[in-house]
């Protein structure tokens, strides 16, 4: 009578990988706007299990069944960029060493704030005093390296002075993004994406836009120091954080979600 009840180790170890798939796809989704469409997938996923496998009904079955037989290149299709961020987000050597640290004493988070977060927040302070604009992005799981190629390449420690100094208004390279990858400046003068949105408010300007810009199609965070307002903001994630204090720009680049 309970026979549905007999599972195996097996059994949940599967049900643990589909789970986890889910939510690696419903995260990359969530962010990248196609949360409704995902939805919309699990919903049509679940029919068909209803229809053919629970209540057995040959016509309707076999006709859902032509649908997911195809389903799979559609999918591919339709969600190309999608699929690539969830295998480098799988894959990225970050999450490899996050996992590591489990199994390794000391603080390498605190070393990592010391190394390039502090320098990072007392330059936009200090710049945000000033009101120097600025734009810096600092890479996630996604490789900004095409990116780094559309400005000055090069490598230096995050030191905050060379940042002021590089976003100083007679500098060559104030105008552009600056990239810091590994705990490393890698370059500066870059080029980023501009964002469309009609709904964007219109109050913030083009470096905004460029910082949301690379926020929707990478997990880059994104600093910008408004020259007009003297303010800080920050975009990650296809959304943009407004007026931010220093406290408060280090949690979020502390954080790792």
């Known amino acids: 009578m309970l026979a ?15 789970a986890v798939f889910l939510y690696y796809a419903f995260t990359t989704m ?17 029919i068909w299990l209803l ?3 629970v209540l057995q009904m040959r016509l309707m079955g076999a006709l859902l069944d032509k649908f997911i ?17 969830i295998l480098v987000t799988i894959g990225s050597a970050q999450r490899w060493r996050k996992i590591r640290s489990f199994f390794r004493e000391g603080s390498a988070k605190e070393q990592e704030e010391e190394d390039y977060i502090a320098p990072v927040v007392l330059a936009c302070m200090n710049m945000a005093r000033k009101k120097t604009g600025a ?7 996604s490789d900004l390296t095409p990116y780094q190629h559309a400005g000055e390449r090069f490598l230096a420690a995050v030191n905050a002075r060379l940042i002021e100094t590089i976003f100083f208004k007679n500098s060559p390279l104030h105008d552009g993004a600056m990239i810091i990858a590994g705990g490393k400046i890698c370059a500066a003068g870059c080029i980023l994406p501009v964002a469309s949105d009609t709904d964007l408010n219109k109050d913030l300007g083009l470096r905004h836009r460029s910082a949301l810009g690379l926020s929707q199609k990478t997990d880059a ?11 800080i903001s920050l975009a990650y994630r296809s959304e943009i954080i407004v007026d931010i204090t220093p406290d408060e ?3 979020l680049l502390s954080s790792e979600e």
């Open 30 to 46: 969530r962010y990248s706007g196609s949360r409704s469409l995902f939805m919309g997938i699990i919903a049509f996923l679940g």
């Open 4 to 18: 549905w009840l007999d599972i195996s180790i097996k059994d949940i170890i599967d049900i643990l990988l589909l």
């Open 249 to 251: 720009l280090r949690a």
């Open 135 to 141: 734009l810096i992005a600092i890479q996630g799981t």
């Open 221 to 231: 965070k994104v600093i910008i120091i408004s020259e007009e307002r003297g303010t």
């Open 69 to 85: 037989n195809i389903g799979f290149i559609i999918l591919v299709i339709i969600f190309q960029d999608e699929i690539k961020k």
């Open 51 to 53: 229809i053919s496998q």
